[in-house]
């Protein structure tokens, strides 16, 4: 199976702030890998898709990137309504696996 | 706009069996690939399993964890996706999410609001 390691696993920042999360495959999954927010009660929501691609409707603050083992998701000014928690998932290969999740909480 | 709504979930005894419903609207829903994941309470996303379209035999993919006890099944003509829990344990206890694809090597698209599958004595 492919492991899927997000990193940090929560962060703290202030409305304004760029927030990076990273997230690194197993084995190279070339760019089969998609982001999700997740905000408590609530069913994930669909952000990227193939690494860099936004879904429709997702605000372009929203950004991702890389390719093989190492991706990472950008929030270009952290908003009230981006704190949530955030996965990364491979679809490359069965099973699909997610990452573990990044919570980013306010500072 | 696309819908997915869940129905099912409930309280059931260790050993015994559930099945999940999970309702289409505002889409094809006989071309997608469509997945059930699930998130224990407090913890991160599962992968549970998947279903192709007719157009690649409705073939099936499940995780390790569930392989054997549960089973995915879907009613194109009701526009329908089911999930057949048998021999549940307690660490089957779950919000269950059911999730549209486009296809293989195609990212999830869509989720249902899940439905919470709570098993214990």
């Known amino acids: 199976d492919i492991q899927m390691t997000q990193s940090p696993s929560s962060l703290s920042a202030s409305v304004g702030d760029r927030v990076t999360i990273t997230c690194r495959a197993s084995?190279?999954?070339?760019?089969?890998l998609a982001w999700f927010q997740q905000k408590p009660g609530k069913a994930p929501k669909s952000l990227i898709y193939?690494?860099?691609s936004l879904q429709s409707g997702v605000p372009s603050k929203f950004s991702g990137s890389g390719s093989g083992t190492d991706f990472t998701l950008t929030i270009s000014s952290l908003q009230p309504e981006d704190f949530a928690t955030y996965y990364c998932?491979?679809?490359?290969?069965?099973?699909?696996?997610f990452g573990g999740g990044t919570k980013v909480e306010i500072k | 706009e696309v819908q997915l709504v869940e129905s099912g979930g409930g309280l059931v005894q260790p050993g015994g069996s559930l099945r999940l419903s999970c309702a289409d609207s505002?889409?094809?829903?006989?071309?997608?690939?469509m997945d059930w994941v699930r998130q224990a309470p407090g913890k991160g996303l599962e992968w549970v399993g998947r279903?192709?379209?007719?157009?690649?035999?409705?073939?099936?993919e499940y995780a390790a964890s569930v392989k054997g006890r549960f089973t995915i099944s879907r009613d194109d003509s009701k526009n329908s996706l089911f999930l057949q829990m048998n021999s549940l344990k307690t660490e089957d206890t779950a919000v269950y999410y059911c999730?549209?694809?486009?296809?293989?090597?195609?990212?999830?698209?869509?989720w249902g609001q899940g439905t919470l599958v709570t098993v214990s004595s």
């Open positions: 999730a549209s694809s486009g296809g293989s090597y195609r990212p999830i698209q869509h």
């Open positions: 505002g889409f094809t829903f006989s071309d997608h690939y």
């Open positions: 279903i192709r379209n007719k157009a690649n035999s409705y073939t099936t």
């Open positions: 084995q190279g999954i070339s760019n089969y």
């Open positions: 193939d690494a860099s």
């Open positions: 998932q491979q679809y490359k290969n069965y099973p699909v696996t």
